[in-house]
């Protein structure tokens, strides 16, 4: 049984240690027969766009042996080889802007060091001219640039603007060398999280071919289903005995947890880094939000008070909404879908409509967001939803609401947003922390309850009411409960061997109120 590549973002390496490799150069041979020579790829952190720079990096070096029985393995004259120069920006000491361009000069000195090139110039950007002016008088041929996490730099400092800024600058004439030097690059591939609009590549290099949202490359990075069963298959032979379960039963389970994102709405794969880690543990844990999250990203939409991402079931966008983001003014939603917390369900005509990819997320945002919104340590959020569950389970309405109330009962000025919606995904949050997905909005032929909460022996159809001021929540409440006998929603919950409560809240900042009926055939 092959390894699992955990952390291996090094193609050789990977065929070394004799790791599962999920074949990817199909991609790689579309774009050398695409006709441009300059590619642009935004994915989320930790989605194996370092794997696939790595992989293009051995295969221009002509490393032919690597790639043995891949589907690039007779398709390429392996005789054309060419210098390459692989930079990681993720690595650049940023402290200040100045020790950022030391750190990065040294880094260039240190990779013409290994070409056998000594670069003096005192510049970034100088220095890559070199580097390249050198390597092709050297060799003879154009050189290949491949640029890892472009933006990483400028994303890491986006609590400090001035900083960030700063190294804005720095980049934007640093990646105008490419544009420079066009005559003497062969290939030039660049991959980060952001299009920001300021720095020169999207504007200096006019060839720049964006895939991130291309059909014929949706599955470039991550796995689809039948790259997980193909090349996993032992692994999750195992993984299924573990956790009792037949073959299907788990595979549903992963697709629930970790499946889900899309960069065209058609083409859906899993999460890489999150599926290796389940694999390898054997335990269904938010993996990729617990190491890869960008941190800067939540603590902006908290400071903003802007929760739209993740309080709608779902978001309509044009098409042109993630095109390019101003440092100035980081646009949430695209950050959102940029960086994983979001994805393309479908396309509606000149629209996409974005959600949430899947489990891990939907948990990970809930454990993260709910404690900012309502004000409380994220032990206390845990100790009331706790209480919440065990009040739920013990038919014990009142301990349940009370906590739930305790919960909601702070939620900041910033924080409450006066509609329906925004209580909807408290409770889903709530939800999702207990470990239960609620069934938000389950259709039935009459209409849709707000929420079904399954456990253990017990079903719990649940309508939600918000009200503008305290004197209308009995008002609410009462239109609640009428609403779930009126549309009898309670008729999916019927007949499987549960015991079935209505359960009516009506809700206005600060107060929550309840009703609930055991349902009597």
């Not at 696939?52 to 007779?74: N, P, Q, R």
């Not at 880094?107 to 890559?128: D, F, N, V």
Request: negative net charge; proline residues 3%.
């Amino acid at each position: 049984m092959k390894k699992l590549p955990i952390g291996v973002q090094s193609f050789v390496e990977l065929v070394e240690k004799d790791c599962v490799y999920v074949d990817k150069t199909n991609y790689i041979q579309q774009l050398l027969q695409s006709g441009g020579s300059s590619f642009f790829l935004s994915r989320p952190r930790r989605f194996g766009k370092s794997l696939l720079l790595s992989t293009i990096k051995a295969m221009f070096e002509g490393k032919k042996e690597l790639f043995e029985g891949l589907y690039i393995a007779d398709k390429i004259d392996w005789e054309q080889q060419y210098p390459v120069v692989h930079l990681d920006m993720s690595g650049i000491t940023k402290t200040t802007a100045e020790i950022f361009s030391n750190s990065l000069v040294h880094y260039l000195k240190r990779l013409g060091q290994r070409a056998g090139i000594e670069l003096t110039a005192p510049s970034p950007a100088e220095q890559l001219f070199d580097l390249i002016e050198e390597l092709y008088n050297k060799t003879g041929r154009r050189v290949v640039v491949l640029v890892d996490e472009y933006d990483k730099p400028i994303q890491d400092t986006l609590h400090k603007p001035e900083l960030a800024a700063d190294i804005r600058d720095i980049l934007r004439e640093f990646y105008t060398v490419l544009k420079k030097q066009t005559e003497k690059l062969h290939f030039v591939f660049l991959t980060g999280v952001s299009k920001i609009s300021q720095v020169s590549i999207f504007s200096g290099l006019n060839n720049l071919n964006d895939i991130s949202l291309d059909g014929q490359y949706a599955g470039i990075c991550g796995y689809t289903q039948e790259e997980l069963e193909t090349s996993f298959t032992e692994h999750i032979g195992h993984l299924a005995a573990s956790e009792s379960l037949a073959r299907e039963q788990l595979l549903e389970k992963i697709k629930y947890w970790y499946n889900g994102y899309s960069w065209d709405g058609e083409t859906f794969v899993y999460n890489p880094f999150s599926t290796l880690l389940l694999l390898e543990k054997r335990k269904f844990d938010p993996h990729w939000f617990d190491t890869g999250t960008p941190t800067f990203l939540l603590e902006l939409m908290a400071e903003r008070g802007d929760f739209t991402p993740v309080l709608k079931d779902e978001l309509v966008v044009s098409r042109t909404f993630s095109s390019s983001q101003a440092l100035e003014e980081m646009d949430t939603i695209a950050l959102f879908f940029q960086t994983g917390y979001l994805t393309i369900k479908k396309q509606i005509g000149d629209s996409y409509q974005l959600e949430i990819p899947n489990n891990e997320v939907r948990f990970s945002l809930s454990n993260f967001l709910l404690p900012r919104m309502t004000g409380k340590t994220r032990y206390e959020v845990k100790t009331l939803v706790d209480g919440f569950r065990r009040g739920l389970e013990q038919e014990d309405q009142e301990t349940a609401i009370g906590n739930l109330r305790l919960l909601f009962a702070h939620i900041t000025y910033d924080t409450h947003l006066p509609y329906e919606a925004h209580y909807h995904a408290l409770l889903q949050m709530t939800l999702l922390l207990m470990g239960i997905s609620g069934q938000a909005e389950v259709h039935t032929d009459k209409g849709r309850p707000d929420m079904i909460i399954q456990l253990p022996g017990l079903t719990y159809v649940t309508e939600l009411k918000y009200t503008a001021t305290p004197e209308e929540l009995e008002v609410a409440l009462a239109e609640g409960m009428a609403q779930i006998h009126r549309n009898r929603y309670y008729e999916t919950a019927i007949g499987k061997g549960k015991k079935v409560w209505l359960l009516a809240l009506a809700v206005t900042k600060g107060q929550l109120a309840y009703s609930a009926e055991r349902y009597e055939l």
